[in-house]
């Protein structure tokens, strides 16, 4: 049985823009490459490329502190090297930071959890001991959660996480 | 050169960019020119600089100025290369290279002594770069620099200032951190001041 679908990069575009994104900020990650390639293509919503997880952390902060509306786009194992930056910055910052978390390499048959390889299975773990809140983007039917993942962030005054469960198309 | 006579000859400069201090330069900044438009980098070293590349690529009408501490860059160098493609226009990055990290008692830098970060920033893609050991030699560029296309690093070798840091008590209950006290006065001020 599968419980993740692959989600069209078009149908995700069209999610971030109805949630009035104004910037991508980027490591980029395999899984949501289809949606990268959009978005460069499209030039929609801008692009904004850093070398680590860290630095997308800090240059989204900034941003919404110029009246911008980022979303983080990384993979999970970004998500394990900026635990710190999310700490400091999200957490204690109270920065309204939502991110789009690709799960490369699930086992879409399975639960995150009840995958067998770490990257995947330890990522909504990891963001319950941070206290953060989570949602999985299994299928299209799901993208709703992306404008509802903004209100959630503003209103708690911290990030929320969009674990974007099967490769995008 | 010392901090303190460094951060004198900015302060006499402050106008209306939005500054990013960390680490010892933070709190002798604020004394001499803080305002509304001053962000804090504590409590993720490293971050300084990103967090003024946000800043300056939300609002590239202001010029934004970044206090780093050469430890800091340390942790996160590839924020060079970041802020190289981003090309924000007017933002100066500027950093306190002393050579020690001197906050948890003046341990040296890896390879201090050989270390440059002005020639790093260069390979990186900045637009200028420029290393600065004397205080007046600093101060009589300073306009121009300030005045030219971004990214522009400054580096200047400063002397340690023994700003060796002492913790308070611990915190005994839920307080806002002293980011999430800063930030929303300076996007409201930014706010009041759209770009035209």
């Keep these: 049985m599968t419980t993740a679908e692959p989600i069209p990069a078009q149908t995700l575009l069209d999610a971030l823009l109805g949630a009035g994104v104004t910037d991508v900020v980027a490591v980029p990650d395999t899984h949501q490459r289809s949606l990268i390639s959009l978005i460069q293509e499209t030039g929609e919503i801008r692009f904004i490329q850093t070398t680590t997880e860290d630095e997308a952390v800090a240059v989204s902060a900034g941003l919404i502190v110029g009246g911008r509306k980022p979303i983080l786009q990384i993979q999970h194992a970004g998500l394990y090297a900026c635990v710190n930056n999310i700490r400091g910055v999200a957490l204690d910052g109270e920065f309204p930071l ?9 086992d879409v048959s399975k639960a995150p959890t009840e995958n067998f390889g770490s990257m995947v299975r330890l ?25 509802q993942a903004f209100d959630e962030a503003t209103q708690r005054g911290g990030p929320v996480a969009l674990l974007v469960g099967a490769e995008t198309s | 050169m010392t901090r303190d006579s460094a951060l004198d000859v900015l302060a006499r400069r402050r106008g209306d960019e939005v500054v990013v201090s960390t680490m010892t330069a933070l709190g002798p900044w604020r004394e001499r020119a803080g305002t509304d438009r001053d962000l804090i980098c504590v409590g993720f070293m490293g971050g300084a600089s990103t967090l003024g590349l946000g800043v300056a690529l939300a609002r590239p009408d202001v010029p934004v100025w970044i206090l780093d501490g050469d430890g800091s860059l340390s942790m996160q160098l590839g924020s060079l290369v970041t802020i190289a493609n981003a090309a924000p226009a007017k933002f100066v990055h500027i950093v306190f290279h002393n050579g020690v990290y001197e906050t948890s008692g003046a341990q040296p830098l890896p390879a201090e002594g050989r270390v440059s970060f002005a020639a790093m920033a260069e390979g990186a893609g900045y ?22 296309d971004g990214p522009v690093l400054i580096e200047l070798i400063t002397q340690p200032a023994g700003a060796f840091y002492q913790p308070g008590p611990p915190p005994t209950g839920r307080t806002k951190g002293a980011l999430a006290r800063n930030w929303p006065g300076v996007r409201d001020a930014l706010a009041a001041d759209p770009a035209s």
Excluded: M, N, W, Y
Aim: charged residues 30%; negative net charge.
């Design chain 2, 127 to 148: 637009a200028k770069t420029v290393r600065f050991d004397d205080v007046e030699a600093f101060d009589a560029e300073l306009d121009d620099l300030l005045d030219a």
């Design chain 1, 123 to 147: 990522a909504q773990p990891l963001l319950d001991s941070l206290s953060i809140p989570h949602h999985l983007l299994d299928g299209s039917d799901d993208v709703g959660l992306v404008d």
């Design chain 1, 98 to 106: 939502v991110f789009l978390i690709g799960l490369l390499g699930r």
